[in-house]
Structure formats: structure tokens, C-alpha cells
């Protein structure tokens, strides 16, 4: 199925239950990297602009691997915004949340996970307008006992939890009703993209789209 060419945030959460989160440190391995995660089922992409090579990263998927869709991660200023959408990025994910970066993704059309951590923090951002939110560090930060106090007084909000989830505890964090999908780093290990072993990101992957939400 071909992924429609504006999305919302829901198109991004509601894809396949697990958003890789990605560090590029080499733009070669950017495409064999993508096509494997596509190959598993996962084409929802995030980048992280942690490295100096995220946005080559970003265009070569964006222009070589049209079944993905690219996101950029680690977005903490509006400028970081604009240049992801330069290159192609369709949405984008934010550690924080600031008005400047709700702004900037308004003013290139882009979705927005804005990443909270506290009540205050989810206020903030859904009087911005936003209410798919990153849990970030999910783990570090409360886990599953603060995704479960959070559904009384935000039950109109969807959280991607990210930060500390791996396959031992994704499905635990996915039978949670305000748990939308889960971000991680585990589907792209540094040394199997090093290795440029696209077998195992594509099992990796695989396992991943077949991890079911509740
Ligand atoms: C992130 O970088 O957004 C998260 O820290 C990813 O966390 P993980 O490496 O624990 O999956």
C-alpha cells in the first residue's frame, strides 16, 4: 500500500507498530539500509540529525526508496525542521517540544511527535495543537506505571514511547490503550550496519511489523 503524500501524525503512529530510530554514520549504507527495513515491513524511518550525515542520509532514502517514508529525529530547533523538510523528510520527532520547532513543522506542512516526558509537558504541546506524543526516555522516565497514570487525566492523548524499549518489553508497552506504537534503536544495530549485513536488519525488521498492538 503506497503511503499517501501528505501525512498526519496518526498515519505515522498508526503504520507499523515500531518506528526504527536511526543513526546514520555513513550516507552509503543509508539505502541498502532502508530497503531492508522496507523488506521487513517497516517504512516508517526515522533519522536522527545526530550525525553530520543525517540529512544526505535523509535525501538518498527520500529519493531511492520511494516505499519508505522519512523522518527526521532529534529535531530541537526550527532550523533542524526546515532543513529535514529541504531534503525530503515527511514528518518529524522531537526529543523536547518547543513552540518554535511546533511552528517550524506547521510552516512546512510536516506532522510533529513532540517528545514530552511530564503532564506539564503534554499541556504545552496539546495547546500547540499536538496530541500524538513521544515518550521520551519511556523508560528511564516511568515506563509503563506513568503511561497508565497518564490515561486518566489524557485520555484524548497517543504516546510513541521511545528510550529503553526493545523486544523483551515493546509488546508490553503496546497492550497499553494510549500506546500508539514504540520507537527504537534496537532494529539498527551500529555494528550490523557496519557489517552491512541488510539479512539481519531485514529479520530484525520483520520481527518488528510483526510485533501486534493490543
Ligand atoms: C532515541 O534516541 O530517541 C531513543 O533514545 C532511542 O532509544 P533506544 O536506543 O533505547 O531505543
Do not use: H
Amino acid at each position: 500500500m503506497a503511503v499517501s503524500p501528505v501525512l498526519t501524525a496518526s498515519d505515522v503512529v498508526n503504520d507499523a507498530a515500531v518506528i526504527p530510530v536511526i543513526v546514520v554514520d555513513d550516507v552509503s549504507l543509508a539505502v541498502p539500509m532502508a530497503q531492508a527495513l522496507v523488506a521487513g515491513g517497516i517504512r516508517m524511518l526515522e533519522i536522527t540529525l545526530r550525525t553530520p550525515q543525517a540529512l544526505a542520509a535523509m535525501e538518498a532514502i527520500s529519493k531511492a526508496v520511494p516505499e519508505a517514508c522519512v523522518g527526521a529525529g532529534t529535531a530541537r530547533r526550527a532550523a533542524d525542521v526546515r532543513a529535514a523538510a529541504d531534503v525530503g523528510a515527511r514528518f518529524v520527532v522531537s526529543p523536547g517540544y518547543t513552540a518554535a520547532v511546533g511552528q517550524a513543522c506547521r510552516d512546512a506542512g510536516l506532522p510533529l511527535l513532540p517528545g514530552v516526558a511530564t503532564g506539564s509537558e503534554i499541556m504545552v504541546a496539546q495547546e500547540d495543537g499536538w496530541d500524538v506524543l513521544k515518550f521520551f526516555p519511556a523508560a528511564a522516565a516511568g515506563g509503563i506505571p506513568l503511561l497508565k497514570a497518564w490515561q486518566g487525566p489524557f485520555s484524548d492523548v497517543r504516546f510513541c514511547p521511545t528510550g529503553g524499549i526493545s523486544t523483551s518489553n515493546a509488546a508490553e508497552f503496546l497492550a497499553l490503550s494510549n500506546v500508539a506504537c514504540v520507537g527504537g534503536s534496537w532494529l539498527t544495530p551500529a555494528a550490523v550496519l557496519a557489517a552491512k549485513d541488510w539479512k539481519t536488519i531485514q529479520a530484525l525488521a520483520t520481527q518488528a511489523s510483526q510485533i501486534r498492538r493490543a
